[in-house]
């Protein structure tokens, strides 16, 4: 049985051009999706063709609080058999409080193990504890022995869309600690820009998944921020995409998914120094 599952998922990402791992797992990361509609339910169907079950959520989980709850909102996930191990909180939330509580979080900050990976979330929403959660992560950092560590969370360190001084106490408390040990994460997970997107900060990748909903047309980024060198590795424009995380033995890929196209626009082995794409990433 598990040697046709892997199997069966090498086939699907041949067809479908995925650049994929055997033996390994995967994830659908889709941030700033916290909406119910037409844009909702493609982005499900898409993540289904791609037999994805476990999801990312990098913030930005409820948008209306007023006419939606967050059982409106991801019970139709839930129902499709989609589960959330991993979910940051963003600036579009009912609170805090609920949102853990909805998700079973560990908190609002929290360390989770799967697998072979750790995962550090984070939430750049609170950031008057900057400080805090700085001190807290560099101890999650130093300790860290496992393969592949990501950090998550939802307002991305520097400016690509939106400025970064929009939670600024946050940024500048953390990034010391990512630039400290830029060489033992395996890669930033971030939403808040409604935009599909590959970068590089001194060399550490991000990945930017926010256009599952709603996409906006991106600016190349080639400058230094704050005498941090930014570069962008490669970006999607005003398409509907989310980001398919790979993670194998030995090697972590990302797909970028066109959901209109039903198409792969990116293949990118992250895990590699610097960032390695495929041809496709045109």
């Known amino acids: 049985m598990k040697v046709n599952l892997i199997f069966n ?19 659908g990361v889709v941030g700033d999706v916290g909406f119910v509609g037409r844009e909702a339910e493609d982005l499900r169907r898409s993540l289904q063709r791609s037999k994805i079950r476990l999801m ?17 909102v991801w019970s139709p996930w839930r129902k499709m058999g989609f589960e959330f191990p991993i979910v940051a909180i963003g600036n579009h939330h009912s609170s805090y409080e609920e949102e853990v509580a909805y998700f079973g979080l560990p908190g609002e900050v929290y360390a989770k193990r799967e697998g072979e990976s750790l995962f550090v979330v984070l939430n750049s929403d609170h950031d008057e504890t900057g400080p805090t959660q700085a001190a807290w992560l560099r101890a999650q950092l130093e300790a860290a022995n496992s393969r592949f560590l990501f950090v998550v969370f939802h307002h991305p360190p520097v400016s690509i869309l939106h400025g970064w001084q929009e939670r600024a106490r946050f940024q500048l408390s953390i990034r010391p600690v990512l630039q400290e040990f830029r060489d033992k994460i395996t890669a930033l997970l971030v939403g808040h820009d409604h935009l599909a997107g ?16 709603e996409a906006f047309d991106s600016r190349r980024v080639e400058e230094h921020q704050d005498g941090r060198k930014v570069v962008t590795r490669w970006t999607y424009n005003a398409s509907r995409t989310w980001a398919r995380l790979d993670i194998g033995e030995k090697e972590v890929w990302v797909n970028f998914v066109d959901i209109p196209r039903d198409k ?19």
């Open 9 to 27: 998922s090498l086939i699907l990402c041949l067809l479908l051009t995925y650049q994929c791992v055997a033996n390994g797992a995967t994830y």
């Open 56 to 72: 990312i959520l990098p913030g930005d989980n409820l948008y209306d609080t007023e006419a939606e709850t967050y059982a409106s």
């Open 198 to 213: 590959l970068f590089e900060i001194d060399g550490l990748p991000m990945v930017l998944s926010g256009a599952g909903i």
């Open 264 to 282: 792969v626009s990116c293949s990118a082995l992250i895990s590699a120094r610097p960032i390695q794409l495929r041809a496709n990433c045109d």
